[in-house]
């Protein structure tokens, strides 16, 4: 009867552990830290590509040749006005190096919690101008051309 009620609570609490491993991540407004509203988001863009990164919170474009050239194309006209060309920064800070001005940028989640949200200053959110999907291509831009020292690189990290 023991072996029975052991193998019934390991069992039980393998599901319990395995369906916290698939929960999706909960992103927070980098200012308030309430709960984004992914509803509100502009349509359009790999679905899928998304929900993977909603239970990792790596962006699966990060590496992607491809995935980098579209998020820098993207990058251009979403992001270049304040950011600048190659993202040196101008009204906006720059973006390839060690230096966030919201240290949870440094993750892929923090930095998609910027994008989407929105941040203190002139940093609209950017969900009605850009699908999640283009936010991540374009945060695959961002993190190629990183030109600080990889071990301050929190999303190269496993």
């Known amino acids: 009867m023991n072996r029975k009620k052991l193998f019934v609570a390991s069992a039980v609490s393998l599901a319990l552990i ?8 909960t992103f927070r407004n980098t200012i308030t830290g309430a709960p984004l509203d992914m509803s509100v988001a502009k349509s359009g863009g790999n679905q899928a590509v ?6 990792t919170g790596k962006n699966p474009y990060n590496g992607d040749k491809d995935a980098v050239q579209k998020g820098h194309d993207l990058f251009m006209p979403a992001c270049s006005g304040c950011h600048g060309h190659e993202a040196e920064g101008k009204l906006g800070p720059g ?3 060690d230096y966030w001005t919201y240290p949870s940028a440094a993750t892929d989640q923090g930095l998609f919690e910027v994008l989407f949200g929105g941040a203190n200053g002139m940093m609209g959110p950017q969900y009605v101008n850009l699908s ?23 999303w190269l990290k496993k």
Do not use: C, H, V
């Open 95 to 97: 973006l390839a190096d």
């Open 50 to 55: 998304f929900n993977q990164f909603k239970e």
């Open 132 to 154: 999640t999907d283009e936010m991540l291509l374009i945060m695959s831009w961002i993190r190629d051309i990183y030109k600080g020292d990889p071990k301050k690189a929190k």
């Open 18 to 25: 395995s369906t916290a491993a698939l929960a999706e991540i």
